[in-house]
């Protein structure tokens, strides 16, 4: 790090402090500062996975055990995430010097992100893709006559006058997956690049290098347009398909309770995973945000408040979603149970199809894709971000050179996602998306959450919140950290892998080889945990349990700020509280 000189033994802690970032920057209002948040955890998968998960395990049922997953486990995760960025001033492996033994959490956190930042990226790359055909006399999805239309093609008003629908694709199946996709029979046949969607993955990540450029002072200017304006448009949608007919039976559908799923321990499985990664938290990006915060701010208020407009958002785009799809129902005659679905089949294949159905088509597409265009945009916004400030908090002479480190990022992140815009692209991205990042995070926040209220000690983060906001977090906070929240994430983690489906797209299965790939990418990540544990146990200066024992006490766990910082020193000596800096030296110094 930033000493260059090995403390001797007689060095003073103080010595020993790490260096801050003095232009690391700071949100202009608070307003930013929730917009930004906002975006981070409102995204694709409110729209395209919650309603689908909400009707299949039980309807207004799943709202039960969804909600009390959030309250008692969700909020406590934001909200401490929230408090540990605002206090620190780090990112993601900064935050580590609570407990430096476990800062490989850190680089695993970066790891994940950037897997995910490779396929989400070609993900919104998509609606890019489609806006571009909203803009032709007629949307291509519309009927059979195209010439990458099989004979198999009929349309979604002629599939329910089918005898027997098995052998027959709807036209908007075809076009996105032959024409838009190109895609190939399975995942071991690659083919050649799809042109076209390359093309729409370089405009994605010109649109999000100019939007980063400068940082968070962009990102706070950007999201005052990306996060609000997708509610105009989920709003304009909610009315155009309320008005449909056969609305309210696909509304229906959505949120008929079956009370006897209740009993089924997979429903509170689903809710759980739900919550975990609707939320957003062990990504890091919740800590960086909150990194830019005010050192006074509210945090818990924002907390709620975020989560709040989180799980309102999801069942919003569940009354959007399925409304249409009642309306599909209805004019082809196919039952909603049969025409519902998630994930990019909802949003490229079903959801268009009904659209297709409209008057004036080009609109309502136009805007349901830029509305999946902003939804997402945002979440690469905080990820890449977050892999950026744990660099420059990592080494201090890439601080001059920001920008830089901004181009040279996207443009890496641009070459390792083109692999997806091939014709065996979508298996690959689908293969990251289910493996990638599912486990990893679980075991991120896991670790996080013991840190935090076994290994630093629940009693001296509570004692730090008090000094940041006036108020020491009441005994409900203390319950849900120490006890409560740890139990469920090990429920999450334990059901997550019990309950874990072989992977597919479209129906076909994945070899095994491709899923030991998909295994390796979630141990790539999580290997950090223990690796970096490893290497320090190798690297010990004084017996093994005496340096894992340093290791575990907290390292310059202060302030950014030096007014702050000389305030805290001062409040931990009134309190008699033990030292805020381990024994262990830095670590570039050792």
């Known amino acids: 790090m930033a000493n260059t000189q090995p403390p001797t033994t007689t060095a003073s802690r103080k010595d020993k402090r790490i260096e801050r970032d003095e232009n690391r920057g700071q949100w202009n209002s608070k307003s930013e500062f929730i917009l930004s948040l906002l975006g981070y955890a409102i995204g694709i998968g409110n729209v395209w996975r919650f309603p689908y998960l909400c009707y299949r395990s039980g309807g207004a049922a799943f709202l039960i055990p969804y ?5 008692l486990a969700g909020i406590p995760l ?4 929230v408090l540990i960025g605002q206090f620190s001033s780090t990112g993601c492996t900064g935050m580590f010097r609570m407990a430096p033994l476990l800062k490989g959490t850190g680089f695993a956190q970066v790891v994940v992100n950037a897997y995910c930042v490779c396929y989400y990226s070609v993900i919104i790359s998509y609606p890019v893709r489609m806006i571009f ?3 032709f006399k007629k949307v291509p999805w519309e009927d059979c006559d195209n010439s990458w239309n099989t004979d198999s093609c009929v349309t979604a008003s002629d599939m329910g006058k089918q005898n027997n629908t098995d052998g027959f694709t709807t036209s908007a199946d075809e076009f996105f997956h032959l024409e838009v996709l190109r895609i190939s029979k399975d995942i071991s046949e690659l083919g050649g690049m799809v042109w076209e969607q390359l093309i729409a993955l370089i405009v994605t990540w010109i649109i999000i290098y100019f939007c980063l450029m400068r940082g968070i002072k962009s990102v706070g200017k950007v999201v005052y347009f990306t996060v609000p304006f997708p509610y105009l448009l989920l709003f304009i949608l909610l009315v155009r398909g309320a008005t449909l007919p056969g609305a309210w039976n696909g509304i229906k559908f959505y949120l008929y309770p079956e009370w006897h799923r209740l009993l089924d321990l997979k429903v509170w499985a689903d809710a759980a995973i739900q919550m975990f990664f609707g939320i957003g938290p062990g990504w890091g990006g919740i800590v960086n945000m909150a990194s830019f915060s005010n050192f006074r701010n509210n945090a818990r208020c924002d907390s709620v408040l975020i989560v709040a407009i989180n799980v309102f958002t999801s069942i919003l785009a569940g009354f959007v979603v399925f409304s249409v799809l009642g309306f599909l129902s209805e004019k082809s005659g196919i039952p909603v149970e049969t025409v519902a679905t998630g994930g990019a089949g909802l949003a490229f294949v079903t959801y268009p199809e009904a659209i297709a159905m409209l008057p004036i088509p080009q609109l309502w597409a136009l805007m349901f894709f830029f509305m999946l265009f902003l939804l997402g945009i945002d979440s690469v916004f905080v990820q890449l971000e977050a892999i950026m400030t744990s660099i420059l908090d990592e080494w201090y002479w890439v601080r001059s050179h920001k920008w830089k480190l901004t ?10 996602s083109s692999i997806m815009c091939t014709n065996g692209g979508m298996y690959i991205l689908q293969l990251f998306d289910w493996y990638s990042s599912s486990i990893a995070v679980i075991v991120i926040c896991l670790v996080e959450i013991i840190m935090v209220a076994w290994i630093y000690g629940i009693k001296n983060f509570m004692l730090d919140v008090e000094f940041m906001l006036g108020k020491r977090p009441s005994l409900y906070w203390r319950i849900l950290w120490q006890i409560v929240t740890p139990v469920i994430i090990i429920f999450i983690l334990i059901t997550s892998i019990v309950f874990m489906r072989t992977i597919t797209y479209n129906n076909i299965p994945y070899p095994l080889w491709a899923i030991i790939i998909g295994w390796a990418s979630c141990l790539t990540s999580v290997m950090w945990i223990p690796l970096y544990i490893l290497y320090i146990m190798i690297r010990k200066r004084a017996t093994l349990c005496d340096s894992l ?18 305030d805290y020193e001062a409040f931990r000596k009134q309190r008699q509280m033990p030292g805020f800096m381990s024994d262990t030296d830095m670590e570039s110094s050792k």
């Open 133 to 135: 055909y909203c803009f």
């Open 549 to 566: 024992k340093k290791r575990l006490k907290p390292l310059d766990w202060t302030p950014a700020d030096p007014q702050d910082r000389a």
């Open 67 to 71: 909600i009390l997953m959030v309250l």
């Open 78 to 81: 934001f909200y401490m995430e």
């Open 407 to 416: 181009l040279i990022s996207c443009l890496v992140f641009l070459v390792f």
